[in-house]
């Protein structure tokens, strides 16, 4: 069914043409007929149309004065000026303010009438297809980059004039890269479209959603009354984000990080918008991602902005800054340390020792973590070789390995390389890695991990039930151990929850032959608990914090005394 609404004030032609269109149309046709152009529009508000036929003549105005407001209020319906004379200006000028075409009424058939009417919606529907795709993704559907920037300087001015605020969020994936990586851009790609569906859901009707690239969205809140307003829609997006989604038979986790400035409360200038709100999110994958954080002044210079980051990573490669302290992991039964895990330092010239923490995930994003991770590598195996000489009853030293390391290149050849350069016995190398990584249950990582455990290199799953504790790695990865998250250590013995999972993890690890090891034990409690619960392998601030390799030399001594 053609719905057409005809515009038309002289009442002979508007019978002429309807019966134009009747010949040509039969009973395909829903005619609506306005005498006036405001009765037209009140028609076309209330009737979605597929095109409109309107008289360049009107009795009190020019049709081509409505062509704005009709687009405006049925954008989908090309229109088509019907005109009782030639006039190259006057048909010209309708096309330019968007009409699809003219036509002579004199001049009509009805075939030429319905010829003209198919052509004008199929090429309404191509400009409609163009504009779309040069303002919207094309995977997502969310509004691109382009349109962003139209809407963000409209939004902004609308700021100005009504004397209200509004909110840019930034919203950058944690890990996506990974994910990329290992499972492949399909994958990646549903992902992708999986997180723009769940933005959808947390914004309103005058907000917009927005793929800026890749893994990078943002979102404008307009018109908000508090930054409570504003976090609850962030907390909202980091709840949803959260949610597992199934990809491909693998159940991928993912979270986002977030960074939010307010417009005009944080900087009257539009143009650092865009630089506070990236320097708030930088701020937020920092705090180790999962969260959102609001732009304060000074964070732009403070903290270490995206772009400097990778430079000073490299920079502080090849200067040296870098420096790994250590700390025991010890055995409650024997008394021994029977292991030191390599955790790693920046000594940057101006900042001071700076966390992992604060520059790992990042690394992981850029990439920088493979040169980084494999001169944690080196040091590592370097020092362990060096407790080895000194006759220590363990020099065994754990490392832990970035899933990016895992995916990239050759780790094997590497860790080869590496074991024979510094003549360390493979059984002295631990490897731990993050369980949230290892989602990625594909074969060329099963096949990776393998072939390490094949060369003597000890395996384990650290930070377990720090997220999706599933049972399952410990079944098809070739694990030598597992390493309990702080967190579930944290409320012990007091919280009967965790303290029913780490109960569960340990008899489970047990009956797997795994070693379990409790980290993140402060106190005498935490660790009578944990021995007591058949977990006697410990790593904590109880026993000792991370400390330079010459400072634990005491610790190792202590083992045979
Ligand atoms: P992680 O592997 O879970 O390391 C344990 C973290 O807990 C360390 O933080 C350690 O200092 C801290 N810790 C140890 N005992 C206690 C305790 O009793 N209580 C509390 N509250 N904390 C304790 P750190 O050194 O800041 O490292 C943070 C994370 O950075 C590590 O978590 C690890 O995921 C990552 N990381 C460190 N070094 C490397 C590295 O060489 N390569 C990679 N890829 N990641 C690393
Ligand atoms: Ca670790
Ligand atoms: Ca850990």
Redesign the pocket.
């Known amino acids: 069914m053609l719905k057409i609404l005809l515009v038309e004030d002289n009442p002979e032609d508007a019978t002429f043409v309807q019966r134009l269109l009747h010949e040509g149309l039969h009973n395909q046709l829903t005619f609506h007929q306005a005498p006036t152009a405001q009765q037209g529009l009140e028609l076309a508000k209330q009737n979605p149309l597929q095109a409109i036929l309107l008289d360049v003549n009107l009795q009190q105005a020019l049709g081509l004065d409505y062509i704005t407001q009709f687009i405006e209020y049925c954008p989908g319906a090309p229109i088509i000026m019907l005109s009782g004379i030639e006039n190259e200006e006057l048909a010209l000028e309708a096309v330019k303010k968007g009409a699809q075409d003219y036509l002579i009424k004199g001049q009509m058939t009805s075939r030429g009438l319905c010829r003209a009417i198919r052509y004008a919606m199929e090429r309404q529907r191509a400009t409609q297809r163009i504009t779309h795709l040069a303002h919207y993704d094309h995977l997502t559907g969310l509004a691109n980059r382009g349109l962003f920037y139209e809407r963000l300087n409209s939004a902004v001015a609308r700021c100005n004039r009504n004397d209200t605020a509004m909110a840019l969020v930034f919203l950058d994936l944690d890990h996506f890269k990974t994910i990329n990586d290992t499972l492949g851009h399909e994958s990646g790609d549903m992902l992708l479209k999986t997180v723009a569906h769940r933005l959808k859901q947390c914004i309103r009707e005058i907000d917009t959603g927005v793929r800026l690239g890749g893994d990078e969205f943002a979102v404008l809140l307009e018109q908000i009354l508090s930054v409570e307003d504003v976090a609850t829609v962030a907390n909202r997006i980091l709840q949803l984000l959260a949610q597992p989604v199934l990809v491909q038979h693998h159940q991928l986790h993912v979270t986002g990080s977030l960074g939010i400035t307010i417009y005009p409360w944080d900087s009257a200038n539009p143009q650092e918008l865009l630089a506070h709100a990236d320097a708030a999110m930088y701020r937020a994958k920092a705090q180790g991602g999962n969260n959102y954080q609001f732009y304060t002044a000074g964070m732009k210079t403070a903290g270490l902005d995206r772009t400097t980051l990778e430079v000073e990573l490299r920079r502080a490669l090849n200067k040296q800054e870098f420096l790994?302290?250590y700390?025991p992991q010890y055995d409650l039964r024997t008394k021994q340390v029977v292991g030191m895990?390599?955790?790693?330092?920046w000594h940057h010239p101006y900042q001071g020792l700076i966390?992992?923490?604060q520059f790992?995930p990042q690394?992981?994003e850029n990439g920088m973590?493979l040169p980084?991770?494999e001169w944690?590598l080196r040091a590592?195996s370097k020092q362990a070789k060096y407790w080895e000489k000194q006759g220590f009853p363990s020099a065994q030293v754990a490392?832990?390995?970035?899933a990016r390391?895992i995916h990239h290149g050759n780790l094997p050849a590497l860790l080869q390389e590496i074991l024979k350069h510094s003549h360390l016995d493979p059984e002295n190398l631990k490897l731990?890695l993050?369980e949230t990584f290892l989602i990625h249950e594909t074969e060329e990582t099963i096949q990776t991990l393998r072939e390490l455990k094949a060369m003597g290199i000890h395996l384990y799953i650290?930070?377990f039930g720090?997220g999706y504790a599933s049972l399952r790695y410990l079944k098809s990865f070739p694990l030598d151990g597992i390493?309990l998250?702080?967190s579930l250590?944290?409320n012990l013995p007091y919280s009967t929850n965790d303290a029913a999972i780490v109960d569960a993890v340990i008899s489970l690890g047990n009956a797997l032959g795994l070693q379990v090891i409790a980290?993140?034990?402060?106190t005498t409690e935490q660790a009578q608990y944990l021995e007591s619960h058949g977990c006697n392998i410990i790593?904590?601030?109880?026993?000792s914090?991370?400390l330079p390799a010459n400072e634990t030399t005491h610790m190792h001594l202590m083992v045979q005394s």
């Open positions: 790994l302290h700390q895990e390599a955790l790693l330092r966390n992992p923490k790992i690394a992981e973590i980084i991770g944690v590592a490392v832990n390995l970035s390391q731990e993050t650290d930070d720090a390493k998250d702080q250590i944290q980290e993140g034990v402060e790593q904590g601030y109880w026993i914090p991370p």
